[in-house]
């Protein structure tokens, strides 16, 4: 099953597109396999969960503005770093991550070893599973069965047992004998 997520790769402001073709370049196809999507930067409105490629050092300021833009239409979402083993990355996604921390946000680090690491792009992939994010599109849940995430027990907060009781009674007929 293909997981659905946006990745936005994490370069220095100056020398991004440069860092982008030669560091980046080579994890992408994976994460595409995965079910990622590219991202920019520029519009990080989808409700769907988000990864942030780090792609070296000294680009903590534009992971946190990233994060800022993405709270305003994620709000308290959990901050999903990937490090790999050049160029600084993962000091910075440590060093971001500790930051994030003290500012009340949560958030992880996947470590890529290298672009061929089977065992890091399926801990992504478990990574971004987990942070799915059900909304009901149509105040319905009706919505659950049409966008399923899969066989997982889902917690949804709020106070949604009426709407919930309401569906099952629906859902669910007596069995004739």
Request: net charge negative; glycine share 10%; hydrophobic share 45%.
């Amino acid at each position: 099953m293909s997981v659905r997520f946006g990745f936005v790769p994490v370069v220095p402001r100056l020398v991004g597109a440069h860092q982008e073709a030669s560091v980046v370049a080579p994890y992408v196809p994976r994460l595409e396999a995965l079910g990622g999507e590219r991202w920019s930067g520029e519009d990080l409105s989808a409700p769907v969960p988000v990864i942030y490629l780090m792609a070296t050092g000294g680009t903590e300021r534009v992971l946190l503005d990233l994060r800022e833009r993405r709270a305003a239409h994620v709000p308290g979402e959990s901050v999903l770093l990937v490090a790999h083993p050049g160029n600084n990355s993962l000091p910075a996604a440590l060093e971001v991550l500790a930051r994030l921390q003290q500012d009340g946000v949560g958030g992880r680090v996947c470590y890529l070893r290298g672009p061929d690491d089977v065992d890091g792009y399926d801990a992504i992939a478990a990574a971004v599973r987990t942070q799915a994010d059900v909304r009901l599109t149509s105040g319905s849940v009706h919505d659950l069965l049409t966008a399923p995430l899969g066989n997982h027990i889902v917690l949804v907060r709020g106070h949604h047992e009426r709407a919930l009781r309401s569906y099952w009674e629906l859902a669910v007929a007596p069995l004739a004998r």
